[in-house]
T-cell receptor, first 114, second 114 residues
Framework: DQQVKQNSPSLSVQEGRISILNCDYT??????FLWYKKYPAEGPTFLIS?????DKNEDGRFTVFLNKSAKHLSLHIVPSQPGDSAVYFC?????????????FGIGTKLQVIP | DSGVTQTPKHLITATGQRVTLRCSPR?????VYWYQQSLDQGLQFLIH???????AKGNILERFSAQQFPDLHSELNLSSLELGDSALYFC?????????????FGQGTRLTVV
């Protein structure tokens, strides 16, 4: 059962335009959501997060939106740059048995075309 | 530098052999996660340890096992290796308790089974 779903395996965007990466989840116990970025042959790196008590968090060109009623979050990158080309993983966390359990989606490959 | 160290970086071995991958988490992190990433695929969760105890199992084969030691480092043991086990294996660590659940990834171990 995939609790965190990234239904788009890939996305191509022109440089300077907006990139929107989507993520859906099924577990209503998730209370913290994260996005990671991964370049080839490197480990994923943390990008931005949002708590379930918020509906938006912004960090420079990156904004994450959370719609709890729809169990949906999205990552907006504006403006997109060629260096943003990477695989983006959505992740969600819930407390379970006294510790935080993090569940990852399978990733969306973003290509920003110069 | 994420603070998570994985060794070795590369490993080439023959089918049927057994290997051990090692992970040192960030200082103070109690949770260690292991993930497998095959060619152009997402992160497949294998197993999660918290403070020495197994907490969750994902798509981990019976030929694979892991443990977390009292000093919190972790090892992933892969035995009776098959060609299909060739992949990148990532370790990640997080605080695991009441801290925010950002997980920090190592650079990965690239395993090639020939």
């Amino acid at each position: 059962d995939q609790q965190v779903k990234q239904n788009s395996p890939s996305l191509s965007v022109q440089e300077g335009r907006i990139s929107i990466l989507n993520c859906d989840y099924t577990n209503s116990m998730f209370d913290y959501f994260l996005w990671y970025k991964k370049y080839p042959a490197e480990g994923p790196t943390f990008l931005i997060s949002i708590s379930s008590i918020k509906d938006k968090n912004e960090d420079g060109r990156f904004t994450v939106f959370l719609n709890k009623s729809a169990k949906h979050l999205s990552l907006h990158i504006v403006p997109s740059q060629p260096g943003d080309s990477a695989v983006y993983f959505c992740a969600a966390s819930a407390m379970s048995g006294g510790y935080q359990k993090v569940t990852f989606g399978i990733g969306t490959k973003l290509q920003v075309i110069p | 530098d994420s603070g998570v160290t994985q060794t070795p970086k590369h490993l080439i071995t023959a089918t049927g052999q057994r290997v051990t991958l090692r992970c040192s988490p960030r200082s103070g992190d109690l949770s260690v996660y292991w993930y497998q990433q095959s060619l152009d695929q997402g992160l497949q969760f294998l197993i999660h340890y918290y403070n020495g105890e197994e907490r969750a199992k994902g798509n981990i084969l019976e030929r694979f096992s892991a443990q977390q030691f009292p000093d919190l480092h972790s090892e992933l043991n892969l035995s009776s290796l098959e060609l299909g086990d060739s992949a990148l294996y990532f370790c990640a660590s997080s605080g695991g308790g009441t801290t925010t659940p950002e997980a920090f990834f190592g650079q990965g171990t690239r395993l090639t089974v020939v």
